[in-house]
Each structure stands twice: as C-alpha cells, then as structure tokens.
C-alpha cells in the first residue's frame, strides 16, 4: 500500500506504557464467538491487521481526527492486550497501506510513514514528506519498503534504518498531461538477474470526457532505467491495488478486465471480462490474489471470479459474494474478507462459505481478517470492538 519543521512539530508519536484494560464482555456457550476485546472508541475504521508469534496486531482509528490511533497487540487465545502503542490518526482503510516483514510493521499516511517493532510496540523510526499530498501505498520487497506517493514518486526505505531515496519520479508531462499515482511495486526478476518493480499508474487529467487512464510499467531497479512503459486507453480505470506477479506473469486489475502481460516486455497474454450481468461501476477496491494457478479477482461488485493464470480462462465465478471489500486474503485455500459482514468463499471452487455474518447487527463489518491457520480462529474489527470468532462454527462444522 504513513512542511518539513512545522508538520515534523505537529506529528508526534507516543507509546502507551500504561496496562490497557482488558476484556470483560462474557460470551455464551457455542457461538463462534471466542472472544471480544472493547477498544472502548466508537470507531469504525482499522488497520490491517496481521498474526505475529501468539499475537494479533490489530489497529484502530478514532472517528474524531484529533484523537489518537492505537495499534494493539493481543494474545490470540484470550485477547490479553500485551502492548499498545498510541500514532496520530492515518490513513487505514486502503488495501495496501499497512505492510509486515519478520517483526516490522509499516503503516503509512497521506504524508507518513511509522514502523513499529511487533515484539513491543516501539516505533523504530518514522518519516514525513515535504512535499507529499496524498499517498496510494506501500510493499515490502526483501528489506526494503518501497512508498507510493503524491506526486508521481516511489521511495525506497531501508526498513531497518529508515535512510531513503527517490527511485522513480513519473512528470505529468511525459504523460499528456495526466497526473501519475502509481500502485506500490510488485517485484519480477529478469533473466539477466535484474531486479524489476511492476506498477500500474492510475493517472487523471481532470477532463470529465477521459478524466482516467491505467497505465502499466515495469521499472529496472537494477540498472535504474525503465524498461517499458504501456499508456493505457482514456477514460479507462484500474486498480489501487499492486499488480500480481507469478509464474512469470504480470497480472493488472483494469476496470472490467484483468490483465495479464508479459513482464519482459508488456506485451499481452491474456484477458478475462467481467460477465455482462457484472455492471457495477466502481473500480477503486478490485483486488487481485492467487490461490496456485488460480487468480482470485474480486471487482468491487458482488462477483468474485477465479482464472487460470495460465491461460485466462474462467475456473469458476460466484455473482453473491458482497461488494467493495477493501482487503481480501487467501488461507487454508479460502478466500477471506468483510463487506458488511464475514465472508468466504472456497478459492478452489467459488462456493460460499460464510456469507456475511455479522454480530448483533453492530457495526459495518468492512475491515480485514486475519486467519490463525492452526487454530481456525479468525480476526476483525467492527464497531469498536476486536473479534475472535472460531470459522469452523461459522461454516456450520
């Protein structure tokens, strides 16, 4: 998928230290619900969150921008709050905007960056661009974190020390005049060896006719030089979400189509259409995952589609699996996300599992889950409150 003296003055980071309260919500026998930690906010909004050791790290912003944001961590059996740490509200509900490698956990804003250590909460070094209006996301490749940020710009961070450079800057006029916003990189290895970032760049020129266009490039980390560069058609629209890259394959989510091209040269390899019945609209929250050979495409409708990544040719389709998840993950060979309530669907069939179950009809259920994969717990947000639920009760077994 986080100016210089003022701003640096403003942002403050602090770490609570105190001992959080801890969970007092009873729950009744044979429901899936395992436990339920109160964060005692009226917040709707999270961060990803992600399993690290015998913890859930889970994060949560307050519905007030002058309130303090909190990553917590909690045993993932009982939900004991082991550590908490306390950031200025950031930008947590787009799909790449939180990233984790071995115990580091990087968040990002539209002018932030924080990495956190997930053993106790300490935050290891933060950054705030100058010049930055908005960001569109972050990855982590090997040890760096690469940042997609205003102003056509990918900066690379060492994620242990946080020392950085520029490593492409896109001008909108090399672009007629569009103005970039380039997904966070995927990483692709050449056959020389060099390594290659592959980005889609969701460009505008506010022009109602053709106000967007999806580019796709691939850029020479190695010999710092592009090595293609694919304009796409005006008016079309892709994803925020990183291109998938697999078995030697680019895969982009654009608009009705998921394309696949040839990371070499860009050149097509084939496209899948969204079914004519699938004529949602909105195009900003497509996702793109892979099961093996099989690309999992959820479009922003309640279509969810899996291809062969070989072949472009359609496994399965499921036209009922909710709209506009803003994250979805694969575990035990399932599809898990929320969009009004849990969801999942098997990745190898498209068959439903889960069908929007929700608690008590509280909340608006549309954050992330984490999957514990030994135990079938799974992990959300909503409302305010952190959920251990079991899945295998959900899935009536």
Not at 86 to 106: C, E, F, M, Q, R
Not at 118 to 124: A, S
Not at 165 to 173: D, F, N, V
Not at 356 to 362: H, I, V
């Amino acid at each position: 998928m986080l100016t210089i003296l003022p701003i640096a003055l403003m942002l403050s980071f602090a770490a609570c230290k105190k001992e959080p309260p801890q969970p007092t919500i009873p729950i009744a026998e044979k429901t899936p619900i395992v436990w339920i930690y109160d964060t005692k906010t009226n917040a709707g909004l999270a961060t990803q969150n992600f399993i690290y050791k015998n913890m859930i790290i889970q994060g949560s912003q307050p519905s007030s921008g002058s309130q303090t944001a909190i990553i917590r961590a909690l045993t993932i059996d009982s939900g004991k709050v082991v550590w908490e740490t306390g950031i200025l509200p950031v930008n947590t509900t787009v799909s790449n905007t939180h990233a984790v490698k071995d115990n580091y956990l990087a968040v990002t804003g539209d002018k932030d960056l924080i990495v956190i250590d997930m053993d106790n909460g300490n935050i290891l070094w933060n950054y705030t661009d100058p010049i930055a209006q908005s960001s569109v996301g972050i990855s982590i490749i090997d040890n760096d974190i690469y940042f997609s940020i205003s102003k056509g710009r990918i900066l690379q961070f060492d994620i242990q020390t946080g020392n950085h450079k520029t490593i492409l800057t896109l001008r909108s006029e090399d672009l007629d005049g569009y103005r970039p916003a380039l997904t966070a990189p995927a990483l692709w290895r050449h056959p020389s060896g060099d390594e290659i970032l592959i980005m889609g760049n969701r460009s505008y020129n506010g022009q109602a006719a053709n106000y967007d266009r999806y580019d796709m490039l691939a850029y020479n980390l190695t010999a710092d030089t592009m090595l293609w560069y694919k304009k796409g058609t005006p008016g079309i629209r892709g994803s925020i979400s990183s291109p998938l890259v697999q078995d030697n394959k680019a895969v982009f989510y654009v608009e009705r189509n998921v394309e696949c091209v040839n990371p070499l040269n860009g050149e097509p390899v084939w496209t899948h259409t969204r079914h004519l019945a699938d004529d949602f609209s909105a195009y900003k929250s497509g996702n793109i995952t892979s099961l093996g050979n099989i690309v999992i495409a959820k479009p922003d409708s309640d279509y969810m589609y899996g291809i062969d990544i070989n072949t472009g040719n359609e496994l399965w389709y499921n036209p009922n699996t909710a709209a506009m998840p803003y994250t979805i993950r694969i575990a035990m060979d399932k599809v898990w996300y929320c969009s009004g309530g849990v969801n999942c669907i098997d990745a190898k069939s498209g068959k439903t599992l889960i069908d929007g179950w929700r608690y008590q009809n509280r909340g608006s259920w549309i954050n992330p889950i984490a999957v514990g994969e030994k135990t079938g717990y799974i992990y959300t947000f909503a409302a305010g409150m952190i959920y251990c639920l079991d899945a295998n009760i959900l899935m009536g077994k």
